[in-house]
C-alpha cells in the first residue's frame, strides 16, 4: 500500500505511519490474498481458495463428492458441520468456496454457473445442471399409523406442492390430493439431513395444522445418522439427501424431491462460472488460487 503524507512534521509523520500500518494488519483469512474482490474482473482476481466443505456423514458431501468424482477432499479443506456455517463462512470470506442444497441458497452468497449452466431449480427438473441428487425419506419395514399418513401427506398434490414453494423439484407432477381426514393421532420421529430438514419442517407444519394430534419432531443430524435411525428404529423416518450406500441395508429409500447442490463464491468474487473438472481440481488441492480459474 502507498503512503502518502502532507507536510505536517516528523511527529505526526511517525504517528499517521503507525496508525496506518495497525490499520492493515487485521488478519484474518484474506490476510494473504492480494485482490479487492468486486471491484476487478475475474481475469485480474487472484488469491488463495479458501476452500470449506460438510463434514463426514453429510448427505451433501457424499452426493457432491461423487456427482464431481473425487474421493475425499484436500486436508486443507476447512470442515463445516452444516449448511448454515457453510453460508456464513462463504458470505464472509471474500476468497472463499462452498456447496450448500439449492433450496438453501440466499441473497448472501453468489452461485456460480456449472459449465455454462445455472443453478435452477428448472435446469434440475430437465438435467441440464449436473450437480443434483435426490431427496430421500428412509424407513424400514412397512410405515403404520401416522407416520404412513404423513408419508400419504407427503406424496399428495399438497405435500409436492409445498416441494415446489421451497425451491426443489417434485418428483410427482400428478399427485392426487390429500384424502387424510385428520384422524391420525400419534408421534412421528424423524431424523437425517440438514438439507432436508427445511423443506420437511414445512411438510410437517402443514400436515399438523391437519392433523392437530400428530406430533412430528425432527432432528436435523446428518443422512448417515438418519439413515441409522431409521435402520435402527429410533427414528421413524429418516431423512437422506443422496441415495443409500451398498452398506446400508435393511431400509427403504424413497425420493420426495430433486434438488441440486449449488456450489458457492462470496458476492464480491468476480468469478461467474467453473466447469467441473475445475471444481474438482480446486477440491482435491490441485488448483490452489483464483487466478488459476480466471485465466
Known sequence: MA????????????????????????????????????????GDFSGTINVTTREEGSGTR???QEIIDFEEPDASALVQNGTDQVLSYVAGD????????????????????????EATEENVANDSYKIAR??????????????????DFIFSKEGQDIVLENGYVPV????????????????????????????????KEAYEQKNPNVQINITQNGSGAGVT????????????????????????????????????VNKENPTDDLSVDQIRGVYTGEILDWSELNQ
Open 3 to 42: 503512503l502518502k503524507f502532507k507536510p505536517l512534521g516528523k511527529l505526526v509523520m511517525a504517528l499517521g505511519v503507525t496508525a496506518t500500518l495497525a490499520a492493515c494488519g487485521n488478519g484474518g483469512s484474506e490476510g494473504s490474498n492480494t485482490a479487492d474482490g468486486g471491484s476487478e474482473s475475474a
Open 62 to 64: 457424499d452426493a457432491f
Open 94 to 117: 471474500t476468497y472463499s468456496i462452498g456447496y450448500i442444497s439449492l433450496g438453501s441458497m440466499n441473497d448472501t452468497v453468489k452461485a456460480l454457473k456449472i459449465d455454462g449452466v
Open 134 to 151: 435426490p431427496f430421500n425419506i428412509v424407513y424400514s419395514g412397512e410405515l403404520e399409523g401416522a407416520a404412513k399418513d404423513f408419508h
Open 172 to 203: 410427482k407432477s400428478d399427485a392426487e390430493a390429500y384424502s387424510g381426514d385428520g384422524s391420525a393421532s400419534g408421534t412421528i420421529n424423524i431424523a437425517g439431513s440438514t438439507s432436508v430438514g427445511p423443506v420437511m419442517e414445512k411438510l
Open 229 to 264: 435411525g431409521a435402520q435402527e428404529g429410533t427414528a421413524d423416518i429418516g431423512m437422506a439427501s443422496r441415495e443409500l450406500k451398498e452398506d446400508e441395508t435393511g431400509v427403504t429409500a424413497e425420493a420426495i424431491a430433486k434438488d441440486g447442490i449449488a456450489v458457492i
